[in-house]
């Protein structure tokens, strides 16, 4: 058997091997990330073993940089998985290269890690999966992006028109909005007649606020201890970021939209465990994918790197060991979250949770303890296809 190692980049791989016996079977070559260049590294492959069967290639994670390269040799006939860097890292150390790096070694680092059994076993997902993938971290940036245009004009609030979040639950509500986008500084209120302000209350809550919500923001204006330097200025950049909020808004919607959509044809009995909503529910499926390719559910642990670190020697064993974090900090995320309010809703999970908070365990402890639990649920559910049981 020859195991092939690809260290990948952007533009450039290197593909090189080593057989039974660690000793290195050809040299190192680099290829394209092109059509041509996954050619070319298909011829390297036959001169290097007789048969597609007796070849196995390893890869390392980069970014999203490998995919196309696993997808193409997969196509040819290739057995073909991925290494986590951390494990070629640990390879490093093993060989003492910590201070050498070029791409010949660690194509063979890489190569080297697959003969010792050191890989996760991959598959690419179904066109759904991927769109799912695809779509759920593309909520996410959306969600901190609109978190961080939030935080921006809160600070210019702050600064210009400090009395106005005490006059609205939420601030970015829609009837706010409306206000904002039209005299978001005491100057424009001042300026604006109440019954167009009564006006633009009315449109935003439906109906809801009117006359007297107006009035209170006439009066907070006037009473305003804002700063008026560059008032001008911080009202453009107020309008501005209303738009943008509104925007990103729209944006969230019918991305949530087309997720949900995506989850009721890949796996819909998700959202059947309590506390599970349907980003959420979306983004745990897409990120775990095909759930077969994990023996266990303690494998969905690990891989979320939930799992904790081991820190003993002798007689000596530490408690309170952090997690491994070694995982996708995505599925991680969103079991934290999940866990975070599964814990309210599920009897059982609550339970354990309360008696972890009991013993003296921080919240944060204890929900991740929780999500753990509920990976085993997870994992129950996404193998045997049915709505979540708790009797079970």
């Given amino acids: 058997m020859i195991y092939a190692g690809v260290d990948i980049a952007k533009v450039d791989h290197v593909i090189g091997a080593v057989d039974e016996t660690g000793a290195e079977a050809a040299r190192p070559m680099k290829f394209k990330n092109s059509e041509a260049g996954f050619e070319r590294c298909i011829a390297w492959l036959e001169s ?5 069967d007796d070849v196995f ?9 490998w995919k196309a390269c696993f997808a193409y040799l997969m196509a040819a006939g290739y057995r073909v998985c991925v290494v986590n860097p951390m494990q070629v890292h640990a390879m490093r150390k093993l060989k003492s290269l910590s201070g050498v790096k070029n791409d010949r070694i660690d194509s063979w680092l890489i190569a080297e890690t697959l003969r010792q059994g050191d890989y996760d076993e991959t598959r690419l997902a179904t066109d759904e999966v991927q769109a799912l993938k695809q779509l759920t971290r593309y909520h996410q940036g959306l969600k901190q992006e609109l978190a961080a245009v939030k935080t921006q004009a809160i600070c210019v609030l702050d600064a210009y028109f ?11 509500g829609a009837a706010s909005l409306k206000v904002l986008a039209e005299c978001p500084t005491p100057s424009e209120v001042a300026r604006k007649r109440a019954s167009s302000i009564a006006k633009l209350l009315s449109e935003g809550s439906r109906g809801r606020l009117g006359d007297a919500k107006a009035a209170e923001v006439k009066a907070a ?9 560059g008032e001008e200025a911080a009202s453009f950049q107020i309008r501005t970021m209303v738009s943008q909020v509104e925007f990103l808004n729209a944006t969230i919607a019918k991305v949530e939209k087309e ?3 995506l989850l009721g044809k890949v796996e819909p009995n998700i959202t059947t465990i309590p506390g599970v909503s349907t980003t959420t529910g979306a983004q745990i499926v897409a990120e775990i994918g095909d759930v077969k390719r994990f023996r266990n559910a303690a494998s969905i ?5 939930l799992n904790s670190g081991v820190d003993e020697s002798g007689k000596y064993s530490a408690e309170g060991v ?6 996708s900090p995505y599925l991680r995320r969103s079991l934290w979250l999940a866990a975070s309010r599964a814990r309210q809703y599920d009897p059982r999970l609550k339970e354990y949770y309360d008696k972890l908070r009991r013993k ?13 639990k509920l990976c085993h649920v997870v994992y129950a559910v996404m193998r045997d296809g049915k709505p979540y049981d708790p009797a079970k």
Wanted: glycine share 10%; charged share 20%.
């Fill in 48 to 52: 290097v073993a007789e048969s597609e």
């Fill in 57 to 65: 290639v390893g890869m390392e994670a980069t970014g999203h940089y």
């Fill in 162 to 172: 400090p009395e106005y979040a005490a006059l609205f639950s939420d601030m970015f």
């Fill in 221 to 229: 204006a006037k009473s305003s201890v804002g700063i008026r330097l």
């Fill in 259 to 261: 997720v949900a959509s």
């Fill in 301 to 305: 642990v690990k891989y979320a790197g």
């Fill in 322 to 327: 952090p997690i491994t974090k070694h995982g």
């Fill in 360 to 372: 003296g365990k921080p919240h944060r402890v204890a929900v991740t303890a929780v999500a753990r």
